[in-house]
């Protein structure tokens, strides 16, 4: 069964505008990580962010994480039309068991 | 390191035959997963294994389905007999126990009819 749920299911934006994706779920957590998936291929991890921890950096991409709300976002700034992909929230149990939500499709217009 | 592989990239059967996938794990790691992917259900955890022990197989959808892991290096995914709604790509995932990180390979496109 899946944990994570993203929303929104699509969201469409204009290269160089900021894309925001939030993903709730819920049973306790060791951590939670976004992937991307371009068309046909594989997951590709992009961040992590500890249960411990409430926000995390890496390049364009800002993720946070509310433990009692049960819920993260990923923000994509500056979005350009190569950010066009499926982005997945996974949340990584103590039991060393991740599931997957349904993902966000990002669209990003040039 | 190549990442991992899996095999074959596209599998077109008849319903009723049985069907194998084969993965190869990234060397070194010791967690393998096993996914599904269809534009209906997502993306959803088949089963997964730690040191070559299986350890949740609740994903398995039915009998039909079952997965080995006879060394480090080596998992397959076995569907028999298969069925026209077991058309999905499978996906094979490997990481270091507990280390977060999950590396997917590039997925087999199966389609039953």
């Known amino acids: 069964s899946q944990q994570g749920e993203e929303d929104p299911q699509a969201l469409s934006i204009q290269e160089g505008e900021n894309a925001t994706m939030n993903c709730s779920y819920k049973?306790?957590?060791?951590?939670l990580q976004w992937y991307r998936q371009n068309s046909g291929r594989g997951l590709v991890h992009l961040i992590l962010?500890?249960?411990?921890?409430r926000e995390k950096h890496s390049g364009r991409l800002r993720v946070t994480l509310d433990t009692s709300k049960k819920s993260s976002s990923l923000l994509i700034t500056a979005s350009r039309a190569a950010d066009t992909a499926s982005y997945f929230c996974?949340?990584?149990?103590?039991?060393?068991?991740?599931?997957f939500g349904a993902g966000t499709r990002l669209t990003v217009k040039p | 390191d190549a990442g991992v592989i899996q095999s074959p990239r596209h599998e077109v059967t008849e319903m009723g035959q049985e069907v194998t996938l084969r993965c190869k794990p990234i060397?070194?790691?010791?967690?393998l997963f096993w996914y599904r992917q269809t534009m209906m259900r997502g993306l959803e955890l088949l089963i997964y294994?730690?040191?070559?022990?299986?350890?949740?197989d609740s994903g398995m959808p039915e009998d039909r389905f079952s997965a080995k892991m006879p060394n480090a290096s080596f998992s397959t995914l076995k569907i028999q007999p298969s069925e026209p709604r077991d058309s999905a790509v499978y996906f094979c995932?490997?990481?270091?126990?507990?280390?977060?990180?999950?590396?997917f390979g590039p997925g087999t496109r199966l389609t039953v009819t």
């Open positions: 995932a490997s990481r270091t126990s507990g280390m977060g990180e999950q590396y």
């Open positions: 049973t306790s957590i060791n951590n």
């Open positions: 962010i500890r249960s411990n921890e």
């Open positions: 996974a949340t990584d149990a103590r039991n060393n068991d991740m599931r």
């Open positions: 060397s070194g790691h010791n967690s």
């Open positions: 294994f730690n040191n070559n022990v299986p350890i949740d």
